[in-house]
């Protein structure tokens, strides 16, 4: 009877050692705990989630303070506003994002951006789900922004532009206005009278071996001075991702079928702008005996064979690298601005384009018109469109 007696007080001693394991680790429990895991355990339970719900590409699942993305997981803290456990594709690059004096009102998600906001609309974060991970802080009044850098995330400072970088994942931050930047103790503290800091990853669809020539880092120096207009992201199941960063810039995607993407682009500012485009979806398809190239208003846009050349081009260029599996990383530079249309064309390595007007022999001239699309947002097959507006 004795022996039965401490066989089973074994039992029971075991369980409850075991019991908060699995509620970290996720292994059946709904509680808060597991809803707010680390990086690799909220995007195992996130991957668990979308697949039972059917749910594929860009775009967050949002449950109990937690967004679970296609690249980014993180929780909310609805006490303080404060962003926790961001992670992308599983790997925690910060373990807190918060802001001075932020009194909380309310988190809500759309589609693939997930955007808090304080009581007096004054203090913003915006989180989206595409490859690079954009983050954006819009602060209407003197505030301290902290990044606790996750273990293993180091953290250097060139020309006020912040490089953070672990493993394979590289990513930067810039800070419009900044008054301070300080990088100590595992933290990054920005001080900022008003504008936006923006945080910004290697488009992490890529991969990590392919040659960027220092493009994304020197992108972000073109964000501060207002020359980076946009970023277009396409993922699977036609699902985007449009972010401005140009304030008066504004893109939208037109019709998108198997051989051809059309964007509509324009800005109330007519100086040149840089937009970035990251493909890697199943709607557009090419083979090796195929390329892609670019059209503006109809006309073949130069294409040039670095990233440091098109960021010194004068008239309108484009740059791209096609690492394969229908993946393709793009940046273009329009020299001036009213409203212009961009094409992206799969073609034969033989196909002529049209003397005429540019366009590729046997492609369709006229395209649907574009659907309903808001002053801030534009959606398309589940896909968001958010302006980033730096204040000057």
């Keep these: 009877m004795k022996g039965l007696i401490k066989t089973t007080a074994l039992f029971l001693a075991v369980i409850m050692l075991a019991v908060p394991v699995f509620g970290q680790m996720g292994g059946g429990m709904m509680g808060d705990e597991m809803m707010r895991g680390k990086a690799k355990d909220m995007m195992t339970r996130g991957n668990e989630m979308r697949k039972d ?22 929780s909310v803290d609805n006490n303080t506003g404060a962003v926790t456990d961001y992670g992308i594709l599983g790997t925690t690059v910060f373990d807190s994002i918060k802001i001075t004096g932020f009194n909380f009102k309310e988190s809500k998600t759309m589609g693939a951006l997930t955007r808090i906001v304080n009581r007096d609309g004054s203090l913003i974060i915006q989180l989206h789900d595409n490859p690079a991970a954009v983050i954006n802080i819009e602060t209407k009044t003197p505030a301290t922004v902290t990044f606790d850098l996750a273990d293993g995330m180091k953290a250097s400072k060139e020309d006020n532009i912040i490089r953070i970088e672990a493993g394979n994942l590289t990513a930067f931050i810039a800070s419009a206005n900044a008054t301070s930047i300080n990088i100590s103790g595992g933290e990054i503290r920005i001080d900022s009278n008003r504008g936006d800091t923006v945080f910004r990853a290697v488009p992490v669809n890529m991969p990590v071996n392919m040659p960027v020539d220092g493009m994304h880092q020197r992108f972000m120096g073109e964000m501060m001075k207002n020359r980076a207009g946009a970023e277009v ?26 051989n051809r993407m059309r964007m509509v682009i324009n800005s109330t500012d007519p100086s040149g702008k840089f937009i970035i485009m990251n493909l890697d979806n199943s709607s557009m398809m090419w083979n090796q005996r195929q390329r892609l190239h670019l059209y503006l208003d109809n006309k073949p846009m130069r294409q ?25 990383q793009a940046m273009m530079y329009i020299a001036n601005f009213s409203e212009h249309e961009v094409d992206v064309v ?18 369709p001239a006229q395209t649907p018109a574009a659907p309903g699309f808001g002053v801030a947002f534009g959606l398309l097959a589940a896909g968001l469109a958010y302006r980033l507006r730096w204040k000057g």
């Design 304 to 328: 040039v064979m670095t990233a440091e050349e098109l960021y010194n081009a004068t008239e309108p260029s484009f740059w791209l690298t096609m690492p394969g599996g229908n993946r393709m």
């Design 233 to 258: 992201s396409i993922g699977v199941s036609d699902k985007y991702s449009i972010v401005n960063y140009s304030e008066g810039m504004n893109v939208m995607i037109r019709s998108m079928d198997r």
């Design 53 to 74: 719900q059917g749910m594929t590409g860009m775009g967050f699942m949002h449950s109990q303070g937690s967004s679970y993305g296609n690249y980014v997981t993180f």
């Design 346 to 363: 799969v073609e034969d390595e033989s196909t002529p384009a049209s003397a005429s007007t540019g366009t590729p022999a046997g492609t």
